[in-house]
């Protein structure tokens, strides 16, 4: 299957500029990053694509055995850059998609030339000497009701994860965009997310990393983004003044800014 078709690959911007790859998180497409869009396609070219099982891309081309593991979405990331033949570009991943940058960068590392880790988690449960900001039995609830009413859990969860509750028009937005997605496929990513633990994988990294966090946000509380980038020697962390999971719709400017400064820093 063509790749562009299957991932619902997208490229705009300047095509004599480096190459910026933006990956949306679950439940999500690729329509989220389009208040960064504009900021970057002047000087840099944009790619944008749609993991399988989220957006417009090719439903067909799912299968739950493959995306039981982060791994399978990482696979997704690297057919993109190699049906592109991209080189040297930079990955920029919200949320779960920070991770699955990092497995990608440690599969084809002449292709991911940097990273730029929006909310990132490796492990989202509580663990010895490690915050992740859940519980097990939290997340066994979180999972339960997701996959016995998904509408109901996405009207519920979406304005507490955007976390800007004084702006209703956001959390419907991330409530739309959860309840566009194909519930079962929304089931087997979600598992895969939230029962991920990708701490080792840290360690691979070797390239221009950064971390953006916000100030309060209930999936990567601050303790995350401090491991992060203790886990990645020569990151940049950066505390945005934002609240919420979702930055990037909450606080455009000030994420486009620290993006933008960051790429501008890169050789």
């Not at 940097?114 to 992740?132: K, T």
Request: charged fraction near 20%; include cysteine.
């Amino acid at each position: 299957m063509d790749i562009a078709r299957r991932n619902n690959v997208t490229i705009t911007g300047n095509p004599e500029g480096r190459t910026v790859v933006l990956a949306h998180g679950f439940g999500c497409d690729q329509n989220m990053w389009r208040l960064t869009v504009p900021a970057l396609s002047d000087d840099y070219r944009v790619v944008l694509f749609d993991y399988v099982g989220s957006g417009r891309a090719e439903p067909s081309a799912f299968s739950e055995q493959r995306y039981a593991s982060l791994d399978g979405y990482a696979q997704d990331v690297v057919d993109v850059f190699e049906a592109l033949d991209l080189t040297d570009a930079v990955f920029v991943g919200h949320s779960v998609s920070a991770m699955i940058g990092v497995l990608a960068a440690a599969q084809v590392p002449e292709r991911i030339g940097a990273l730029v880790m929006v909310g990132p988690s490796p492990r989202y449960i509580d663990d010895q000497g490690y915050r992740g900001g859940f519980s097990a039995a939290d997340i066994d609830e979180l999972l339960d009701s997701l996959e016995s009413n998904y509408l109901g859990w996405s009207a519920v969860m979406a304005p507490v994860i955007m976390g800007n509750p004084e702006r209703p028009e956001l959390g419907d937005e991330l409530k739309n965009s959860f309840c566009a997605t194909d519930p079962d496929m929304a089931r087997v990513f979600a598992r895969t997310t939230f029962l991920s633990d990708s701490r080792d994988d840290l360690k691979t990294v070797s390239v221009p990393t950064l971390v953006l966090e916000c100030t309060q946000d209930v999936i990567a509380p601050r303790e995350v983004g401090a491991f992060v980038h203790r886990s990645i020697p020569g990151s940049t962390l950066v505390t945005l003044e934002a609240t919420g999971h979702c930055p990037h719709l909450s606080a455009p400017e000030a994420t486009n800014a620290a993006i933008r400064s960051f790429l501008a820093d890169l050789r």
